[in-house]
């Protein structure tokens, strides 16, 4: 009966042909007019779980996995952190300086941020600063990785700049 309505309907879409009345049609059931609900499978209905599918399937079934975890370990490695941070804390004499520096931190990056977002409202500027640096990528690829002794050249001011900072040089 369904299948025969259902038909009647795709003819009379596709054909051109009137659907029949309400009052010439057989008494409708109002729920096959709704989408079928969905499938639910157990565990036994699925195909997987064959076991003519799976022939292997029963030497799987012994294999059991047991997820542990140690505590003991997770929470010395924790306090030995804590540990740690609290006597390095401990050692810095100034620590409003501290304090500064990453409020500055905080700070600059909210401005560049506005500042970035910005910039990228304005139509062609953001384009533009992409090929920027695409341009400078190029030419520090050129000037630094390419050749040996350029790439020799970077290391040694690498160095030279990490004994700037750390103040163990010049």
Not at 134 to 149: C, E, S
């Amino acid at each position: 009966m369904a299948a025969a309505t259902t038909t009647a309907a795709y003819t009379a879409v596709l054909g051109g042909t009137r659907l029949p009345s309400a009052a010439s049609a057989a008494p409708r059931n109002p729920y096959l007019l709704l989408s079928p609900s969905p499938r639910r499978f157990s565990s036994s209905s699925l195909p997987l779980a064959s076991s003519s599918l799976l022939p292997d399937a029963h030497r799987f079934s012994s294999l059991h996995v047991k997820a542990t975890s140690s505590s003991e370990e997770t929470s010395s490695s924790a306090d030995d952190l804590l540990a740690d941070l609290k006597e390095k804390w401990d050692a810095i004499e100034n620590k409003s300086t501290v304090f500064l520096y990453g409020g500055g931190a905080v700070v600059a990056v909210w401005l560049s941020s506005i500042l970035v977002g910005a910039i990228n409202s304005v139509p062609l500027l953001p384009k533009l600063m992409e090929l920027v640096g695409l341009g400078y990528t190029g030419w520090f690829v050129y000037r630094y990785l390419l050749f040996k002794q350029s790439r020799k050249e970077l290391a040694s001011d690498i160095e030279a700049l990490k004994k700037k900072i750390a103040g163990t040089g010049e």
